[in-house]
């Protein structure tokens, strides 16, 4: 059950009525969506009907009245119509579960954990070749990859918002967060050797003397007396003189190797891995929609989302964010009207009547309803059906490409455990106690602060959509 609100004080209403409010918002650039529930019962549920909402492209309307009769005739025929004059303008989106949702997001983090890991394992195998072949190839040393939960978060960006005054710094902005990494970087991989090891054949050809002729130092009881070693630039470990010789060209030629499989095949099995995330059977409450294209910045995989949840807590504590927001003297109306206005359902407060009178804009821009309290229901988080019908809002989950260039791996705590080095040797002489053989990991240039990337990663993000359903006022 929603909470009834009360009205405001009558003489605290009279002095709020006299500020004259914000001018009028600009809505122009946002791409503008209606929505409405057909069938909201979760009650259907059990009998096999699913609660759908359906999405009119009011971009579109135009052509579509404009065509209509004519459209009409050819589809009754049956005639093949084009879609510039007969575009398509309405669709049946089914729910998602919050809990699905959040299944398919875990999901798409893993298909990305795979990729990550595989890429650097592979340019390792490859640049240590065949060393690390045997002991990572033809032996299995890795663990079971592990992926954290998807956390449900919705965002609200500064984009999403009409320009205006009056809003600027009152609707808590946030954006995606950025999870796609590892959640635990090992020193060992998470992958199946078929995943690290594709693409790469043992190299026959030892590495002493072809690779690299390892560099000596001599001491006598302990004490240094000269060393036989090359450039040290890129030698990691101080303690072992650096190879006479190394082929920094050859080095770089395998790595890159792995750089180009990376963004070609195991590319490939990234955007599968995604695909199935969010079209798998085994995650029966998820219903992604395909919107449009999946071209960054022009698509996305949709789904609006529900729970079962009857808590009207959300819709208090939107009630108060309102309220708080807009405490000082030139704003109070808005304050006043927060519970009165998200409440009106229960019942409609004479006050809400206060944002008509003349001189005011609080109804332009979104009709029906107060555009600026509609704003801040893009901060309400997925709820039932009903209430999402009752108060005039609803939630998507939202997957998209985005392009990106970077180094992995990211997370800069990351990066010391994830070098690209090859295992060359040092040997120490020490007169009398013998002779010593030390690792001595050269780094690789231009990979020192990691692997590049460059291409499309699927971002998911939860984003509230206000919806009004009736003239509130």
């Known amino acids: ?157 500064k984009e999403d918002l009409p320009k205006s005054r009056l809003l600027g710094g009152r609707v808590p902005l946030s954006t995606h967060d950025n999870a796609l990494h590892l959640d635990s970087y090992l020193p060992w991989p998470q992958t199946n050797p078929a995943d690290r090891c594709s693409g790469v054949n043992v190299n026959p050809i030892p590495d002493v003397p072809f690779m690299y002729l390892p560099g000596t130092c001599f ?22 003189p650096a190879p006479l010789y190394f082929d920094m060209n050859q080095a770089q030629q395998r790595v890159q190797r792995a750089v180009k499989r990376a963004h070609g095949s195991y590319f490939l099995d990234y955007q599968k891995d995604v695909v199935a995330a969010l079209f798998n059977k085994k995650n029966p409450s998820f219903f992604g929609l395909p919107w449009k294209t999946l071209t960054p910045g022009d698509g996305a995989v949709v789904a609006p989302v529900m729970n079962h949840g009857v808590n009207p807590k959300p819709f208090t504590d939107l009630a108060q964010l309102v309220q708080d927001a807009f405490k000082s003297k030139s704003t109070q109306l808005y304050s006043l009207n927060s ?21 005011r804009h609080d109804a332009l821009g979104s009709p029906p309803g107060l555009w600026a309290f509609e704003e801040f229901k893009r901060t309400l988080p997925p709820t039932n059906p009903a209430f999402q019908e009752r108060l005039g809002y609803t939630t998507f989950f939202q997957a998209f490409n985005t392009l990106h260039t970077t180094l992995l791996p990211e997370p800069v705590t990351a990066k010391f455990l994830r070098p690209i080095t090859y295992f060359a040797t040092g040997i120490i002489q020490n007169y009398p106690a013998g002779t010593a053989v030390l690792p001595q990991p050269m780094l690789v240039p231009p990979y020192v602060a990691g692997l590049p990337f460059a291409g499309c990663r699927r971002i998911t993000t939860g984003a509230a959509c206000r919806r009004v359903i009736t003239s509130p006022v």
């Open 1 to 157: 059950m929603l909470p009834t609100p009360s009205a405001p004080a009558s003489g605290t209403l009279e002095q709020a009525k006299k500020n004259a409010g914000d001018e009028q918002p600009d809505y122009g650039g946002l791409q503008r969506y209606l929505f409405h529930f057909p069938d909201f019962r979760a009650g259907a549920l059990p009998k096999g009907r699913i609660p759908y909402l359906s999405v009119t492209d009011t971009s579109l309307r135009q052509a579509h009245e404009e065509n209509l009769a004519a459209c009409q005739k050819a589809r009754a025929e049956p005639k093949a119509t084009d879609p510039s004059t007969c575009p398509k303008i309405e669709w049946s989106v089914p729910y998602s579960t919050d809990a699905a949702s959040v299944t398919a997001a875990t999901d798409m983090r893993a298909a990305w954990q795979r990729y990550e890991d595989r890429y650097y394992w592979n340019a390792m195998i490859e640049l240590n070749n065949p060393v690390l072949y045997l002991t990572q190839c033809v032996v299995d040393l890795s663990s079971k990859l592990k992926t954290n939960e998807a956390t449900l978060k919705v965002t609200v960006e």
């Open 219 to 240: 001491y006598v009881f302990g004490v240094p007396t000269f060393c036989l070693q090359g450039d040290r630039r890129y030698a990691t470990n101080p303690a072992a």
């Open 339 to 359: 519970s009165p206005y998200y409440f009106q359902s229960t019942w409609r407060s004479p006050s809400l009547s206060a944002h008509l009178l003349p001189g």
